[in-house]
């Protein structure tokens, strides 16, 4: 029986290659023109190319080609449209770059961009050319682009040692590899020196010099190996990812995963570029990692850490920091967790005196412990013997000198006091004092100057405390053994005490950042509203980091707002809102501290949630962060774009369900009009028709009459109730207030409703001492009317309906009261909603009528009420402050 299962394809990595094909689908396109070394012919063959590319109609422009004054390739630049370039002013001397927004604005289908590998200008947006080539292609625009073999990262070392040159210029190795196409340009080196020679490449007194250098035919022979290794190694890799993606089976699964172990020495940028192009070329997953000892790193070795953890994301290594105070068991516990078949680890170069003892056994510990994984070791640099010299002798200990003197001064102080008490204590007691104090100073002090303490307790004891005195030597074998065991002693107790004080003050740190980053979830998530998100925002960065910030959140348009200043003291120029703007578009940090516009004194960050980014945090750096400082920042800033995101997400949900709610409104509504339309429509229609058609006696022509008039009432009820409820939709409502006699307001009201009240018996209650109310006639007259139309609906034929007015407390009283069925428990808080209709409500009637009562109401600051009365039906209360007249003036 076949397995169909083997060759179905996972959903994750489905979804994953169809998401990963969509992003490519929207951006450009990026072809690299590959050489071995300048005067291969890159920027020759690109535009030969894009010559052929013009003749099948593509639109394509000059966005920066340099052709060295080469008469050919001159020659070839001309026909192509060629944005001017953009002029900086630097230390009084003028450079020019691409001009990056003049390049995005014309929207070429291909741009062309000599050097990718090129630094720009101080003062451009971005410190290299392949970040300007980065957002032209976020830009959808293609790009053509030429790129020599030192310029890669990984190989920048390997080509510095071939060649004796150091590159400065180089790009990550992710650019390459991510790149569309590669087209590798090549020549021999007799060909490329004959080239030189004939003074294609340089002038004739440059080229003389350059193959006595650069170009000797040994290194090019080098370069050009390692061009073709490359090029291959990148075909075979897209033959794997073809094959994994087509799910086509073959022998090209290899399952290798590396993991390179780095530390804070300059070597271990050595060692990342070459376990990075071991796993290029063995088809390898990679990551790096740090082990996080008890060692206090240097300012110095500090930055050489960012600088490595730097070069790791460069070329597109994974990145871990593991706190442990064993460093072989802290790389192969990881390793074993991460399911990793290779470590790569460098020679350890021994520095001093101590490290002769430790690091000698580092290699094979780590070999013994590391089980089935494979461990490779990468050699040591040329001059390690030199350096060794120089350091052998000086251990590597961190404390500064003032820990050593105030050490000193306190074992000294309370070696006199010890001596004055010696004679009632023995020197025995005088031993444990001072190994007490060992240990309690290294509650406080590092390991330098708990080892002098321990040396200089020793040697104090001997000299003054143990018999004979004044003297070091030693009489009895005992007191001997004595000393040996109390400086062993001492050293141990104190260093392991400094040991695991360390290791508190490391985890105290982590577990406070942990603390905080729960404390800023849990904060944010009792929040609800932009604002009260920002302002959490503000107070945890400002409370952790010691940094005052301001946060600009993306709009509709997917623009950004004003910044949220209102918790901060920051101000923003218009410069500096227009890079908030750029962050925005372009999800990348930028300002101070980074490749993009770096003159500027603030950083921008990009609050990039699950989906989309929410907005920019702009903040004053004082300094750059650590490592573990970024790692915590990230933390923080990933917690509060994901509370920015699902805000966004509440509100879109909202919005979706009013909308919802408005069309079914809608349809409702319609359906309604349309019917409530169609009865009084049709009747008319009957009607006239009728009467049009035949004659009828004066008696049916009469009722016809009636029915039409009914309906035209009815008609102009529901225009009105229409037009009311547009009125309080749109505000325009207005009360005109005057004296008014409530007499007029029911005998108003009952007229209007004589045929409709005609099958009940209404009363009128008011009172005989009622004042006149100064209130808008018009809108109260619609209110009663309303609620009466509403007691004829449900009162039972021949009940009774009330119509009470009263004057209390400056409020005028107007009931409504029938027999009707009253409301349920359930409808009572609807009945003023519009369109709301009871279950049991006759046909007819649109729902409108209570609704306009409310609004009425409310347009006159009055009150409405609905309630069941004792023995059935319902009462409408309504309260509207009024004024009554003084009626001395009023007479006058």
Not at 34 to 49: S, W
Not at 51 to 63: N, R, T
Not at 700 to 723: Q, V
Not at 817 to 823: A, L
């Given at each position: 029986?076949?397995?169909?299962?083997?060759?179905?394809?996972?959903?994750?990595?489905?979804?994953?290659?169809?998401?990963?094909?969509?992003?490519?689908?929207?951006?450009?396109?990026?072809?690299?023109?590959?050489?071995?070394?300048?005067?291969?012919?890159?920027?020759?063959?690109?535009?030969?190319?894009?010559?052929?590319?013009?003749?099948?109609?593509?639109?394509?422009?000059?966005?920066?080609?340099?052709?060295?004054?080469?008469?050919?390739?001159?020659?070839?630049?001309?026909?192509?449209?060629?944005?001017?370039?953009?002029?900086?002013?630097?230390?009084?001397?003028?450079?020019?770059?691409?001009?990056?927004?003049?390049?995005?604005?014309?929207?070429?289908?291909?741009?062309?961009?000599?050097?990718?590998?090129?630094?720009?200008?101080?003062?451009?947006?971005?410190?290299?050319?392949?970040?300007?080539?980065?957002?032209?292609?976020?830009?959808?625009?293609?790009?053509?682009?030429?790129?020599?073999?030192?310029?890669?990262?990984?190989?920048?070392?390997?080509?510095?040692?071939?060649?004796?040159?150091?590159?400065?210029?180089?790009?990550?190795?992710?650019?390459f590899e991510n790149a569309d196409e590669v087209e590798l340009i090549d020549l021999t080196a007799k060909e490329l020196l004959q080239r030189l020679s004939e003074g294609k490449v340089y002038t004739a007194e440059r080229s003389r010099e350059a193959v006595k250098n650069f170009f000797r035919k040994g290194n090019i022979t080098a370069l050009r190996e390692m061009a073709l290794r490359i090029v291959a190694d990148r075909v075979d890799k897209q033959l794997r990812d073809?094959?994994?993606?087509?799910?086509?089976?073959?022998?090209?699964?290899?399952?290798?995963?590396?993991?390179?172990?780095?530390?804070?020495?300059?070597?271990?940028?050595?060692?990342?570029?070459?376990?990075?192009?071991?796993?290029?070329?063995?088809?390898?997953?990679?990551?790096?990692?740090?082990?996080?000892t008890l060692h206090n790193l240097t300012p110095k070795e500090q930055e050489q850490l960012d600088k490595n953890i730097n070069l790791t994301k460069q070329l597109g290594i994974k990145f871990r920091i593991i706190t442990h105070t064993d460093v072989v068991k802290g790389i192969v516990g990881f390793a074993h967790k991460e399911n990793v078949t290779h470590i790569i680890v460098g020679k350890p170069r021994v520095r001093n005196l101590l490290s002769m003892f430790i690091?000698?056994?580092?290699?094979?510990?780590?070999?013994?412990?590391?089980?089935?994984?494979?461990?490779?070791?990468?050699?040591?640099?040329?001059?390690?013997?030199?350096?060794?010299?120089?350091?052998?002798?000086?251990?590597?200990?961190?404390?500064?000198?003032?820990?050593?003197?105030?050490?000193?001064?306190?074992?000294?102080?309370?070696?006199?006091?010890?001596?004055?008490?010696?004679?009632?204590?023995?020197?025995?007691?005088?031993?444990?004092?001072?190994?007490?104090?060992?240990?309690?100073?290294?509650?406080?002090?590092?390991?330098?100057?708990?080892?002098?303490?321990?040396?200089?307790?020793?040697?104090?004891?001997?000299?003054?405390?143990?018999?004979?005195?004044?003297?070091?030597?030693?009489?009895?074998?005992?007191?001997?053994?004595?000393?040996?065991?109390?400086?062993?002693?001492?050293?141990?107790?104190?260093?392991?005490?400094?040991?695991?004080?360390?290791?508190?003050?490391?985890?105290?740190?982590?577990?406070?950042?942990?603390?905080?980053?729960?404390?800023?979830?849990?904060?944010?998530?009792?929040?609800?509203?932009?604002?009260?998100?920002?302002?959490?925002?503000?107070?945890?960065?400002?409370?952790?980091?010691?940094?005052?910030?301001?946060?600009?959140?993306?709009?509709?348009?997917?623009?950004?707002?004003?910044?949220?200043?209102?918790?901060?003291?920051?101000?923003?120029?218009?410069?500096?809102?227009?890079?908030?703007?750029?962050?925005?578009?372009?999800?990348?940090?930028?300002?101070?501290?980074?490749?993009?516009?770096?003159?500027?004194?603030?950083?921008?960050?990009?609050?990039?949630?699950?989906?989309?980014?929410?907005?920019?945090?702009?903040?004053?750096?004082?300094?750059?962060?650590?490592?573990?400082?970024?790692?915590?920042?990230?933390?923080?800033?990933?917690?509060?774009?994901?509370?920015?995101?699902?805000?966004?997400?509440?509100?879109?949900?909202?919005?979706?369900?009013?909308?919802?709610?408005?069309?079914?409104?809608?349809?409702?509504?319609?359906?309604?009009?349309?019917?409530?339309?169609?009865?009084?429509?049709?009747?008319?229609?009957?009607?006239?028709?009728?009467?049009?058609?035949?004659?009828?006696?004066?008696?049916?022509?009469?009722?016809?009459?009636?029915?039409?008039?009914?309906?035209?009432?009815?008609?102009?009820?529901?225009?009105?109730?229409?037009?009311?409820?547009?009125?309080?939709?749109?505000?325009?409502?207005?009360?005109?207030?005057?004296?008014?006699?409530?007499?007029?307001?029911?005998?108003?009201?009952?007229?209007?409703?004589?045929?409709?009240?005609?099958?009940?018996?209404?009363?009128?209650?008011?009172?005989?001492?009622?004042?006149?109310?100064?209130?808008?006639?018009?809108?109260?007259?619609?209110?009663?009317?309303?609620?009466?139309?509403?007691?004829?609906?449900?009162?039972?034929?021949?009940?009774?309906?009330?119509?009470?007015?009263?004057?209390?407390?400056?409020?005028?009283?107007?009931?409504?009261?029938?027999?009707?069925?009253?409301?349920?428990?359930?409808?009572?808080?609807?009945?003023?909603?519009?369109?709301?209709?009871?279950?049991?409500?006759?046909?007819?009637?649109?729902?409108?009528?209570?609704?306009?009562?409310?609004?009425?109401?409310?347009?006159?600051?009055?009150?409405?009420?609905?309630?069941?009365?004792?023995?059935?039906?319902?009462?409408?209360?309504?309260?509207?402050?009024?004024?009554?007249?003084?009626?001395?003036?009023?007479?006058?």
């Amino acid at each position: 029986m076949i397995d169909f299962n083997d060759n179905r394809p996972n959903p994750d990595e489905l979804l994953a290659s169809l998401q990963n094909e969509e992003e490519k689908t929207r951006q450009g396109k990026l072809k690299i023109f590959f050489g071995m070394c300048a005067g291969v012919g890159k920027t020759y063959t690109m535009l030969q190319t894009a010559h052929a590319e013009k003749q099948k109609g593509s639109d394509i422009i000059v966005g920066y080609v340099e052709t060295h004054n080469r008469k050919e390739t001159d020659e070839l630049a001309e026909g192509f449209e060629t944005i001017p370039r953009k002029t900086y002013e630097y230390r009084s001397a003028t450079f020019q770059e691409m001009d990056l927004d003049a390049i995005i604005a014309r929207k070429p289908q291909i741009v062309l961009v000599d050097e990718l590998a090129h630094t720009n200008a101080p003062g451009s947006r971005h410190a290299k050319r392949y970040q300007d080539v980065l957002e032209i292609l976020e830009n959808g625009i293609n790009v053509y682009t030429t790129l020599n073999v030192q310029h890669i990262e990984s190989r920048s070392e390997t080509v510095a040692q071939i060649t004796g040159i150091v590159v400065r210029e180089t790009l990550p190795d992710e650019i390459f590899e991510n790149a569309d196409e590669v087209e590798l340009i090549d020549l021999t080196a007799k060909e490329l020196l004959q080239r030189l020679s004939e003074g294609k490449v340089y002038t004739a007194e440059r080229s003389r010099e350059a193959v006595k250098n650069f170009f000797r035919k040994g290194n090019i022979t080098a370069l050009r190996e390692m061009a073709l290794r490359i090029v291959a190694d990148r075909v075979d890799k897209q033959l794997r990812d073809y094959m994994q993606q087509k799910r086509i089976q073959g022998p090209w699964k290899s399952g290798l995963r590396l993991l390179v172990a780095i530390d804070y020495k300059p070597q271990s940028g050595n060692l990342l570029r070459w376990a990075k192009n071991l796993s290029y070329s063995m088809g390898a997953s990679i990551q790096a990692v740090y082990i996080e000892t008890l060692h206090n790193l240097t300012p110095k070795e500090q930055e050489q850490l960012d600088k490595n953890i730097n070069l790791t994301k460069q070329l597109g290594i994974k990145f871990r920091i593991i706190t442990h105070t064993d460093v072989v068991k802290g790389i192969v516990g990881f390793a074993h967790k991460e399911n990793v078949t290779h470590i790569i680890v460098g020679k350890p170069r021994v520095r001093n005196l101590l490290s002769m003892f430790i690091l000698g056994s580092f290699v094979n510990k780590l070999i013994r412990y590391s089980g089935n994984i494979d461990v490779y070791i990468l050699g040591s640099d040329t001059d390690a013997k030199d350096k060794f010299g120089k350091k052998a002798f000086i251990p590597s200990f961190t404390s500064n000198s003032s820990q050593y003197f105030l050490v000193t001064a306190i074992i000294l102080l309370l070696s006199v006091i010890c001596y004055f008490i010696k004679d009632y204590t023995g020197y025995q007691v005088i031993s444990f004092i001072l190994l007490f104090a060992v240990s309690i100073l290294a509650l406080f002090y590092g390991t330098g100057p708990i080892l002098l303490a321990a040396t200089l307790c020793a040697i104090i004891w001997d000299y003054f405390f143990i018999p004979p005195q004044g003297t070091l030597h030693i009489e009895k074998p005992l007191d001997v053994l004595m000393l040996i065991m109390f400086f062993i002693i001492a050293l141990l107790n104190g260093i392991l005490t400094s040991r695991i004080r360390h290791q508190e003050k490391k985890i105290r740190i982590r577990e406070e950042r942990t603390e905080a980053v729960y404390q800023l979830t849990k904060e944010l998530s009792i929040k609800s509203g932009l604002s009260e998100v920002s302002e959490v925002a503000i107070n945890y960065i400002r409370k952790y980091f010691l940094l005052d910030c301001a946060i600009f959140l993306k709009n509709k348009h997917n623009s950004l707002n004003r910044p949220v200043t209102k918790y901060s003291s920051l101000q923003l120029s218009e410069n500096e809102t227009s890079i908030a703007a750029w962050v925005l578009k372009n999800s990348t940090k930028a300002g101070k501290y980074t490749d993009t516009l770096p003159s500027t004194e603030f950083t921008f960050y990009p609050l990039i949630g699950i989906t989309e980014n929410m907005g920019v945090v702009a903040v004053k750096h004082p300094k750059n962060f650590t490592q573990g400082e970024s790692q915590f920042w990230d933390a923080c800033l990933s917690q509060i774009s994901g509370k920015y995101e699902r805000e966004y997400l509440r509100e879109a949900a909202k919005k979706a369900y009013l909308l919802n709610e408005s069309d079914k409104l809608y349809k409702a509504l319609f359906n309604s009009i349309s019917h409530e339309l169609r009865i009084p429509v049709a009747t008319i229609m009957g009607a006239s028709d009728t009467l049009l058609s035949q004659g009828y006696p004066e008696e049916t022509r009469l009722k016809l009459y009636t029915e039409i008039n009914l309906a035209s009432i009815r008609l102009n009820r529901l225009i009105e109730n229409l037009l009311n409820m547009s009125r309080l939709e749109s505000g325009h409502i207005t009360p005109r207030i005057d004296w008014c006699d409530v007499h007029d307001l029911a005998h108003q009201a009952a007229e209007t409703l004589r045929q409709e009240l005609h099958p009940f018996k209404l009363s009128v209650i008011i009172p005989p001492d009622m004042p006149l109310v100064n209130i808008d006639f018009g809108l109260t007259e619609q209110v009663i009317h309303n609620l009466l139309l509403n007691a004829t609906q449900y009162a039972p034929a021949g009940s009774r309906i009330y119509l009470k007015f009263f004057f209390d407390n400056g409020l005028l009283h107007i009931q409504v009261m029938d027999r009707g069925k009253g409301f349920s428990p359930n409808e009572l808080d609807l009945v003023f909603n519009k369109f709301f209709r009871g279950k049991d409500s006759k046909a007819g009637g649109i729902g409108l009528g209570l609704s306009i009562v409310k609004g009425f109401v409310d347009a006159q600051q009055g009150t409405v009420s609905a309630e069941n009365r004792k023995n059935g039906g319902a009462l409408f209360t309504v309260k509207i402050p009024v004024k009554t007249p003084d009626i001395d003036s009023f007479n006058k």
